[in-house]
């Protein structure tokens, strides 16, 4: 898989930003455009509203066999628990080896249409939040922000040691594209992030998340976290949609 289908909102005014946000296991780029697109903030304004002059971009992610539900589904990966995501963590390395190449991909074009990464977002939901996380250390790039919903972190150990390099090499197969004059990671390191997560979620774990927030913390990556008490496996309304606004305003240059 060279690059993943993708769902695309065009600007309404002068294009000058990207978002790139990946969709959540079981769920297709469409489906999640579409139910991102109801939210609202305090003011009940929708965000293409908001940011008329944002690009968002919905990467598919292909349909692979999931052992556990024993069908196909839309996945980044096969997983054996969604709960515990680090349980029997080797069947997800085939799906990670095509997803991170294809997400590389998509930034790559979308980051030489809109004038540099630095005018890039990058994120997801869930499964899709934790794929792009990896494909973000991976790639090294100094991308404007990082938007994280409802996820964790895989692979932690090999994530948050020096081993990384070689773990994305020997695991996943892939050839880091960052700058090794920098450190393993690049300019990821550089990236400011904003991970939210409700403590309702019964899904994912709001614990999963916590570990993601420490471990991306530990690496030195400046991590806003907000954690909330409702609003289950997606986005808190009016509240996180708030934080991501002024996330994203801050963040854009």
């Not at 309404?12 to 990946?22: F, R, W």
Request: aromatic letters at 10%; charged letters at 25%; one cysteine or more.
């Amino acid at each position: 898989m060279s690059s993943p289908d993708v769902h695309i909102v065009a600007p309404t005014a002068p294009h000058s930003h990207t978002i790139i946000l990946l969709h959540g296991r079981g769920s297709n780029a469409r489906e999640f455009a579409s139910e991102f697109f109801e939210s609202q903030d305090r003011e009940g304004r929708f965000l293409t509203d908001i940011f008329p002059s944002f690009k968002w971009v919905f990467p598919c992610a292909g349909i692979r066999p999931a052992a556990t539900e024993q069908e196909d589904m839309h996945q980044w990966f096969d997983m054996a628990s969604v709960r515990d995501p680090h349980h029997r963590p080797e069947i997800q390395l085939q799906g990670l080896r095509e997803s991170v190449p294809s997400i590389w991909d998509v930034a790559s074009k979308e980051a030489e249409e809109v004038g540099g990464y630095e005018k890039v977002f990058l994120g997801g939901i869930s499964q899709g939040c934790a794929v792009a996380v990896v494909a973000l250390l991976a790639e090294g790039k100094r991308f404007a922000g990082f938007v994280g919903i409802s996820s964790w972190l895989p692979f932690p150990r090999a994530a948050s040691n020096a081993d990384f390099g070689r773990w994305v090499q020997q695991e996943l197969c892939l050839t880091l594209t960052g700058d090794p004059r920098d450190s393993q990671f690049g300019a990821a390191v550089q990236v400011p992030m904003l991970l939210e997560h409700a403590e309702d979620d019964e899904v994912v774990p709001v614990g999963n998340g916590r570990e993601l927030r420490d471990e991306l913390s530990r690496l030195g990556i400046k991590v806003e976290w907000q954690e909330y008490a409702d609003g289950g496996h997606w986005v808190n309304e009016p509240k996180g949609i708030d934080d991501m606004v002024g996330f994203i305003q801050k963040h854009s240059s």
